[in-house]
């Protein structure tokens, strides 16, 4: 039977969705569904697992209903990344809720293990953990977030030396699940996402001996790491899918959208626009070393033993921001009032927004920086803030860029973006006009999903080559800087003088 599109699982933080995509890239149906945040003490974040997968199943069941006559050739995973999950191999029952990305309840190890001479990076050296993970000491990554499961959940770590427990990011639980679970389920992951552990060594694309004994995680509870475009193995029957299906791409949410926004070339930059801010920048086969608190990250791979890398940086608050205002100090009611109040405000009135809130991530790393507003006058109103919140998204994407340019002495002219919050047009003219730079937002701007299937298709033959790929991709818009660059840098430079006002907050 000839098979007729692919299906992205988009696992995200706050929802997954699932969409089916035709040989054009053209989307035929999909649905989404959210889950539960819980948060069980100030800066620790969670997510039900089970919940995770439920949705999982549901959302590939709705969509396939929405277009029953489509045929899927494979699935392909992109997931939160760094967000744990610690299951046992024989009921297939997590022994703790998912540790997300964004919980900071491992803080005070990182403080203390950036104490241990060597492992951290200085100015007189790169440090064990930098040169072999391209990843720094942070709460962040998902290695310290395993540590703390075995380390305080009853048992775990004499059952995870015994063999009986299995570790993974959201990928590997979706792919254990969607192959079989207990029945026979693929312990698997992709290199994009075993790159976030603090695990992986990025030179060889394997689990590090010297990591895993520092943090003690016995090796036996690592899934396997394969190419992002894989036939990883086939799904089980199900009430939500038949058996038989391809499940063949893998990638973090943050390079799967690189890789549905035809990144192909060295030089090419995403930003991503989400609950954070996260860009890529393709740099090829070579690995580049950042000095400005960038990471240096595997991109994509296409076959065993090798991969693309990448520059990345991250931002914890970019939507984020924006659901603060409406969620805890309610002066809107809707992420899209967001544009309408910046619009009447015209400009922030010189206030400035620091949402650090969870302290500053690239390329500061500063986990004491808190929150602020900064320069109020009595002209300040809600619209100013609001204004001020958005112009804070433009301006961590400009520390790093300026990072970037630095690291890899590439000018970037051009940037692709993507992600929920594009469709704001004052967003995007605020962030040519603060970086400076042509910002391009693509037709189909849900690029995250499109860039797993993209993955899973290559794997199955659904497409040829990375050529036809971009071929598919097509431009919505384009914005281009209108404000000069004497008015661009005193801005920028006021920003800098806030976010020095943010940080150290929380040291004593």
């Keep these: 039977m000839d098979r007729d599109c692919i299906a992205a699982l988009d696992q995200g933080t706050t929802s997954t969705r699932c969409i089916l995509f035709d040989s054009e890239g053209t989307p035929l149906a999909s649905h989404q569904q959210e889950h539960a945040q819980i948060c069980p003490r100030p800066g620790w974040v969670e997510h039900d697992a089970n919940e995770i997968w439920f949705c999982a199943q549901n959302v590939l069941r709705e969509a396939w209903a929405k277009a029953p006559s489509a045929r899927p050739a494979a ?32 803080q005070d190890f990182c403080s203390e293990w950036q104490r241990i001479k ?22 962040y990554f998902s290695g310290t977030k395993l540590r703390w499961i075995l380390e305080n959940v009853g048992g ?35 290199v994009t996402n075993a790159s976030r552990t603090l695990l992986m060594n990025i030179h060889t694309l394997s689990w590090d001996e010297e990591m895993l004994d520092f943090l003690d995680i016995p090796v036996s509870m690592l899934p396997r790491i394969e190419p992002s475009s894989h036939v990883y193995g086939m799904t089980a029957k199900s009430a939500s899918l038949d058996a038989g299906i391809p499940v063949a791409g893998d990638l973090g949410d943050q390079q799967a959208a690189l890789f549905g926004q035809a990144c192909f070339e060295p030089g090419m930059l995403k930003n991503t626009y989400g609950t954070g801010l996260f860009m890529l920048l393709n740099t090829g086969a070579a690995l580049a070393s950042s000095q400005n608190g960038l990471l240096t990250t595997p991109a994509y791979s296409l076959e065993n033993g090798s991969c693309v890398y990448a520059l990345e940086g991250s931002v914890a608050m970019g939507g984020a921001t924006i659901q603060w205002l409406r969620d805890n100090l309610r002066i809107i009611d809707t992420a899209d009032d967001s544009e309408y109040f910046a619009k009447k405000a015209k400009d922030s009135g010189g206030v400035y927004f ?21 320069g109020l006058t009595r002209y300040a109103r809600k619209e100013q803030i609001i204004c001020a919140a958005l112009e804070s998204i433009c301006y961590q994407t400009r520390d790093i860029l300026e990072a970037m340019q630095k690291d890899s002495n590439i000018n970037v002219s051009e940037m692709k973006v993507d992600g929920g919050a594009v469709v704001n047009d004052t967003l995007m003219q605020m962030q040519a006009d603060i970086a400076g730079s042509s910002v391009v937002r693509p037709f189909f701007k849900e690029t995250t999903a499109l860039g797993a299937a993209y993955a899973a298709g290559l794997a199955v033959k659904f497409w040829d080559s990375l050529d036809t790929l971009k071929r598919l991709w097509k431009k919505d818009r384009s914005f281009a800087p209108v404000i000069t660059t004497e008015e661009r840098n005193a801005k920028y430079k006021k920003w800098l003088r806030a976010i020095e006002k943010s940080r150290g907050w929380d040291e004593g």
């Design 75 to 106: 699935i392909g995973i992109t997931n939160q990344r760094e967000t744990v999950v610690v299951w046992d191999r024989k009921t297939g029952e997590p022994v703790y809720n998912a540790i997300v990305w964004q919980c900071m309840r491992t």
């Design 118 to 139: 060597g492992w951290e990076q200085t100015t007189a050296g790169c440090g064990k953990v930098k040169d072999k993970t391209g990843l720094l000491i942070n709460n």
């Design 354 to 374: 620091v949402p650090a809130f969870s302290g500053l991530f690239a390329p500061y790393w500063d986990m004491s920086a808190r929150g602020a507003i900064v």
């Design 156 to 190: 775990a770590k004499e059952r995870a030396r015994q063999g009986d427990l299995l570790f993974g990011t959201i990928d590997t639980w979706l792919i254990w699940n969607l192959t079989g679970g207990v029945r026979g389920g693929i312990h698997v992951t992709d």
